[in-house]
């Protein structure tokens, strides 16, 4: 599974708030790629163990010539923006071309994170977020904080279940 979207959205802390529930308030850039595996239980297919491997890619233009190998792998995109920040919300359409040129259309589910910030600072309406996830064919939209850790299980969980969908998975 690969977490794509611009640098500053939070793909980071939310792989660290899904795989570890933490949170740290340091912005660290992520060079290249980071990786974190997470075995995860279904309830809806019981006896399967699932381990997801996520790969959280860089999101600054810089690193685009490393991202290609990571999408090959990939069996799912979590396409991340920022709520906060219009401008990672209209990149996407830039980061869906860049995946679909390697690895065509795979499950997906979009998530428009930062939430514990939007009574403030939103400039992303949840329309919008639901309209765009909706011409993606994505498996759903979620508003998403990785501070607070809301909704990041739900819309792991959707995109796993997606998958198994896909590839009709029958036990």
Same mark, same amino acid.
């Given at each position: 599974?690969?977490?794509?979207?611009?640098?500053?959205?939070?793909?980071?802390?939310?792989?660290?708030?899904?795989?570890?529930?933490?949170?740290?308030?340091?912005?660290?850039?992520?060079?290249?790629?980071?990786?974190?595996?997470?075995?995860?239980?279904?309830?809806?297919?019981?006896?399967?163990?699932?381990?997801?491997?996520?790969?959280?890619?860089?999101?600054?233009?810089?690193?685009?010539?490393?991202?290609?190998?990571?999408?090959?792998?990939?069996?799912?995109?979590?396409?991340?923006?920022?709520?906060?920040?219009?401008?990672?919300?209209?990149?996407?359409?830039?980061?869906? $071309? *860049?995946?679909?040129?390697?690895?065509?259309?795979?499950? /997906?589910?979009?998530? !428009?994170?930062? #939430?514990?910030? =939007?009574?403030?600072?939103?400039?992303?309406?949840?329309?919008?977020?639901?309209?765009?996830? $909706? *011409?993606?064919?994505?498996?759903?939209?979620?508003?998403? /904080?990785?501070?607070? !850790?809301?909704? #990041?299980?739900? =819309?792991?969980?959707?995109?796993?279940?997606?998958?198994?969908?896909?590839?009709?998975?029958?036990?």
């Amino acid at each position: 599974m690969v977490v794509i979207g611009d640098g500053g959205v939070g793909k980071t802390s939310l792989v660290l708030q899904y795989t570890e529930k933490k949170f740290t308030e340091q912005y660290v850039m992520t060079i290249g790629s980071n990786f974190a595996i997470k075995k995860v239980e279904i309830p809806e297919y019981p006896d399967l163990e699932v381990r997801l491997q996520l790969w959280d890619l860089a999101g600054q233009r810089h690193f685009s010539f490393v991202r290609p190998p990571f999408y090959r792998g990939a069996a799912a995109l979590m396409y991340v923006f920022d709520v906060t920040r219009r401008s990672s919300f209209t990149n996407l359409p830039n980061w869906k $071309e *860049e995946a679909e040129k390697v690895i065509g259309q795979k499950p /997906s589910v979009m998530l !428009g994170n930062k #939430i514990d910030l =939007a009574q403030e600072y939103r400039e992303v309406g949840s329309e919008e977020g639901r309209a765009l996830s $909706e *011409e993606y064919d994505s498996g759903g939209y979620f508003e998403t /904080s990785a501070k607070e !850790g809301v909704n #990041i299980r739900e =819309a792991f969980n959707t995109l796993v279940l997606t998958i198994l969908k896909k590839v009709n998975f029958n036990m």
